[in-house]
């Protein structure tokens, strides 16, 4: 792997009693660039995420961000922003109550608030209750939270569950418009088309690793399709899938 990654997993395995979750998972990602983390429903992608992030302990196999395992990451609240599920609202508060608090727990200012209310389209909304937004408006303030402290690295899990047209257009945009500014986003998604416009690299996990490089290496540049080349690879026995990994970083 190069020195470059900003996030690296290595040989990450999670067995939940005798069950794998996660089995050998080694892929890196690149500065300045979105990565898609693509599998079906239980994966392994979220406990995955949840390795790099602390959350979860591995079993086997370890996690680096920015070079150090993220419990031992200087300032890493500040320099890595995340949604995921089970960071909710404060319960009562509204948006920009929610928003206010987490400021102050990061040092942040309020205008700065303000400025990510603006970012996530929420200003018109962000003195009513959080607890009443739409699914939708939930993600977004949740993206407003992960903004706030300016953070170098964004991990979304799952970010555009829940989201109208018009929201997954906008998330889109936002990812792209974020790692233009020079950021990094890995972002976990089951929804193929949205992550073929949106993304610049790609992990398809399916308890093992799939695949990890870029998308128009998966691709063939474009001339297959990110929905026919998922399926082959989550579909193809873990031997298959091996040897398709080795290929891809031979
Ligand atoms: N704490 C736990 N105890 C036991 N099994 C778990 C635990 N957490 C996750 N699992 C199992 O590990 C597997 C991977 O779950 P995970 O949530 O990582 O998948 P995922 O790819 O994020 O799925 P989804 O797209 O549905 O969110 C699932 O079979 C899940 O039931």
Redesign the pocket.
Known sequence: MSAAGVVRASGLT?E??P?T??QDVTFEVRPGRVTGLL??????????L?MLLGL?RPTSGTATVFGHPYTELPDAARRVGVCMDGIGPTPGASGRRDLRIWARTLGVSHARVDEVLDRVGLTDAADRPAKGYSTGMKQRLALATALLADPELLVL??PANGLDPDGIRWLRDTLRALAAEGRTVLV?S?LLAEVEQTVDDVVV?QRTLRFAGSLAELTSDGAQRLEDRFFSLVDGDAETAARTERLTHA
Do not use: C, L, P, Q
């Open positions: 999670k939940f009693g069950f979750a996660v599998g079906r429903n239980g994966a392994g992608k979220s406990t995955s949840r979860v899990d799952e976990s089951h996990i």
